[in-house]
């Protein structure tokens, strides 16, 4: 484990002229058991919140490298150069997701083993500029935790993936499209391997194509009235969305309403339509950027 060290030259140009307590002897060192972290800034609290900001970004290193060390990968079939720059964007993109995770959010300096600063004045310009070391314990036991903590929390997300993948199949709703496609957003966002992203952005594509193949199927018809179903792939489904309606010039009334069966029923009034007219009703409904449409044209008798 290597500290983050401070530019020896930003100490050389200033001057001590206060500090917390006796300099500890752990500063710019580290061990098994713990490491120390320093940070600057003109305001004191800006550089503890680096120093904490580094701890985090030093725990999360520590974790993504061993899970690269030990994990395998695709990139052995690539030349040397592009299978060097894959390992370096997964490697970066798995401590993007490490970040993420409860137990590295969840660090703070009131864990710290130790805290110390000192305050000096710029030789140059007589600026007041603060140096902020924190000592954080860190063993090889805790980080094996935090390496099966992730590892699990990682089969978790993909889990939730092959749950919505094995509901691809078996949708009741327009609104199980609508979740699912939700759902997925923080997943393409989460996974950091590029063969688990491409298969969200692959799920969640073939999903929205659904809304494309959503079609009004019609049940019955009767004077003053029309009942329909929603199919996709063969299979009846509901919406809680409601069409829009639209009647040629002398139809008036048009509602339009569940049957509790998974029908829906369109009403209308046709008291001013004529055989010789083209009467009709235009039911559209909007599922994603797609739109499925349906005439229901209809025959006035004499």
């Known amino acids: 484990m290597l500290s ?14 206060e500090r917390s307590g ?56 690539e030349n ?19 970040a993420k995770l409860p137990f590295i959010t ?16 710029d030789k140059s310009d ?22 099966a903590q992730f590892k699990r929390y990682d089969s978790e997300m993909y889990g939730r993936f092959t749950a919505i993948k094995d509901a691809y199949d078996n949708i009741a709703s327009v609104g199980d499209i609508d979740r699912a496609i939700e759902e997925l957003k923080p997943l393409q966002e989460y996974f950091f391997d590029s063969f688990r992203k491409k298969e969200v952005e692959s799920l969640s594509a073939a999903y929205r194509k659904l809304y494309g193949t959503i079609s009004i199927v019609p049940v019955e018809s009767a004077k003053g009235s029309f009942t329909y179903m929603l199919v996709l792939n063969g299979k009846r489904i509901e919406s809680s969305r409601m ?24 009403t209308y009034d046709d008291t001013y339509c004529y055989p010789d007219d083209d009467n009709y009703i235009d039911i559209v409904y909007s599922f994603g950027l797609s739109q499925s449409r349906y005439r229901h044209s209809f025959n006035i008798e004499n």
């Open 4 to 17: 983050v060290l401070l530019p020896l030259s930003l100490l050389a140009e200033g001057k001590l002229v």
């Open 22 to 77: 006796k300099r500890p002897d752990w500063i710019m060192k580290s061990g098994s058991e713990a490491f120390a972290v320093s940070a600057s800034d003109a305001d004191i609290n800006v550089a503890r919140e680096r120093c904490l900001d580094d701890i985090k970004a030093y725990i999360v290193n520590a974790i993504a490298s061993n899970i690269v060390s030990v994990e395998e990968s695709s990139t052995e079939v």
């Open 80 to 98: 040397v150069n592009g299978a060097e720059n894959i390992r370096s964007t997964y490697s970066s993109e798995l401590r993007t997701a490490a």
């Open 106 to 121: 969840g660090i703070s300096l009131s864990n710290a083993a130790g805290t110390y600063w000192e305050k000096y004045r």
């Open 126 to 147: 007589g600026s007041i500029y603060y140096v902020y070391h924190v000592l954080y314990p860190f063993t090889a036991g805790q980080l094996d935790y935090m390496i």
């Open 243 to 266: 069409p829009s309606l639209r009647g040629s010039d002398a139809v008036a009334s048009l509602s339009v309403k569940p049957d509790g069966q998974g029908n829906y029923t369109v």
